[in-house]
């Protein structure tokens, strides 16, 4: 199948190098004409596990290629909308902008029957928009208008993509059915799920999909101050829940509350699609209101276990992107904690490994090149990202290196028992 893929981001480059690899012919499209230079240069724009070789191997064989501009969409059995759906400034709907522009590029340029895919993240009705936009454009064009959310994650995005728990398709056509199926046949050999629904449908199972994960999340955070106040264990209690099929283990690890490019934005969104309608989801609108008030607790919690006091103390940051394996700082809870300790006076020396954008986001914030750095000196440790590597730091090192041996662990990569008996004052989310 020959497939243009609009946008290439995190979800448009991830997919396009996959459906290459699946055997398609990629056109990979984006309008950052410094990305696409970069990317036939064979540096990433992203920094995804994986993601390099499999560009790369893809591109030498000839099925995978980078363009500024849609002239390939006039030969393509499909075309993928994988543009930003970020929040709208002031309301919190998603800003649908790039969507459209997106629909009117592809209108200009299709030629001969095209099935025409929304992947971006985009509210109930988006998808009769997108056809409006092309039927308006030429009445005579022969597109069918599929719904097709993306569910991988940033950091396991490959894995994800082509082992997904399940595919979700909304379309009509049965033509763009079979387009649809040939293009995700890779995916029958292990059997994955195709879920094909009506456009609307498939539209509101990847709000709900996020919503719900957004608010497993802001459960187990909740808890987590519960046990903190009665003298329980949260992580023992996911266990113990989580060992229970109706509930799941996952996505019950309790910390500074969530981030990244997706919950915030997509429970927002979903929040205010569902106000408009007149059927508010007000668990939805709690775990969004209730997330943002945890992210910005958390500063005070780390003066707290300092005692109270941060005015002239050196705090060490480990880790600054929204989680660990992405270099993505999209509403990452460092961009909360970081400034509100600063403003409580505190100096901050931070790293992380990927976390380049931050040098742009936080001021004055002394970024250093590897985690003893980050500790040297320092009154107190903050891990707010849980890289790999923070989990199997030298202790005595670290210890040896700081002011004070004080460590804040927002994602309880360590155990108490164990720093406390390396001399650490340590305090976690959850625990006592
Ligand atoms: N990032 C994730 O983990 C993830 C997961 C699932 C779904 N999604 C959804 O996928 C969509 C894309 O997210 P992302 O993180 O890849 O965004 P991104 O910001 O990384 O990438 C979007 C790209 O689209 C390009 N673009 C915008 N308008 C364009 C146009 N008219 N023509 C060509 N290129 C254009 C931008 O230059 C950018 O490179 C969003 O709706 C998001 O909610 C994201």
Redesign the pocket.
């Known amino acids: 199948m020959r497939v243009v893929m ?9 997919s396009g190098a996959c459906f290459a690899d699946f055997g398609h012919d990629v056109t990979c ?4 004409e410094a ?1 696409i230079a970069r990317l036939r240069e064979g540096v990433m ?2 920094y995804e596990p994986g993601l390099q070789a499999l560009v790369a191997r893809n591109v030498d064989e000839g099925r995978l290629t980078f363009s500024g501009d ?1 002239a390939a969409i006039a030969a393509a059995d499909a075309v993928f909308i ?5 929040s709208r400034r002031g309301d919190g709907h ?1 800003d649908l902008s ?2 459209h ?2 629909a ?2 592809i209108a200009a340029l299709v030629e001969g029957f095209t099935v025409v895919v929304t ?4 509210p109930v009705g988006t998808g009769d928009e997108v056809e409006a936009i092309i039927r308006r454009a030429r009445p005579q064009a022969d597109v069918a208008v599929v719904s097709n ?6 950091g396991s ?1 490959i894995e994800d993509f082509k082992r997904p728990d399940r595919v979700v398709v909304g379309l009509t056509d049965p033509r763009a059915r079979g387009v649809m199926a040939e293009l995700y046949r890779p995916l029958n050999l292990n059997e994955t799920p195709m879920v094909f629904t009506d456009r609307r449908t498939s539209e509101l199972i ?1 709000y709900a999909a ?1 919503a719900f994960l957004a608010m497993k999340i802001t459960f187990i955070n909740e808890v987590a101050d519960l046990c903190e106040t009665v003298g329980a264990d949260v992580q023992q209690v996911a266990r113990g829940i989580g060992l229970d099929k109706r509930i799941g283990p996952k996505f019950l690890h309790a910390g500074p509350g969530y981030g ?3 919950f915030p ?2 429970t927002l969104a979903l929040a205010r699609t569902a106000a408009d309608a007149g059927a508010p989801l007000e668990l939805v609108e709690t775990a969004t209101r209730v997330n943002a008030a945890r992210k910005q607790a958390m500063a005070g919690r780390i003066a707290a276990a300092l005692g109270g006091d941060l005015a002239g103390k050196t705090i060490g940051v480990l880790g600054l992107t929204f989680k660990p394996n ?1 270099d ?1 700082m ?1 509403e990452a809870p460092a961009l909360e904690i970081v400034p509100r300790l600063q403003a409580l006076g505190a100096r901050v020396q931070a790293f992380d490994p990927e976390g380049h954008e931050a040098r742009q986001l936080l001021a004055g914030v002394a970024f250093v090149e590897g985690p003893y750095e980050a500790v040297a000196g320092a009154d107190a440790v903050v891990i707010i990202t849980e890289w790999d590597q923070f989990r199997a730091l030298d202790l005595a090192r670290v210890k040896s290196l700081m002011r004070a041996p004080v460590v804040i662990d927002l994602r309880n990569i360590y155990r108490p028992e164990e720093m406390r008996r390396l001399g650490f004052t340590y305090a976690s989310i959850g625990r006592a």
Do not use: W
């Open positions: 609009i946008g290439t981001g995190y979800v448009g480059l991830v499209v984006d309008k950052d990305k724009p992203i849609g994988a543009v930003g759906t970020p998603a790039y969507v522009a997106a009117e590029d992947k971006s993240t985009v959310p993306e569910f991988l994650r940033e995005a990847k996020n990244g490019s997706c934005k997509d992405t993505d999209r």
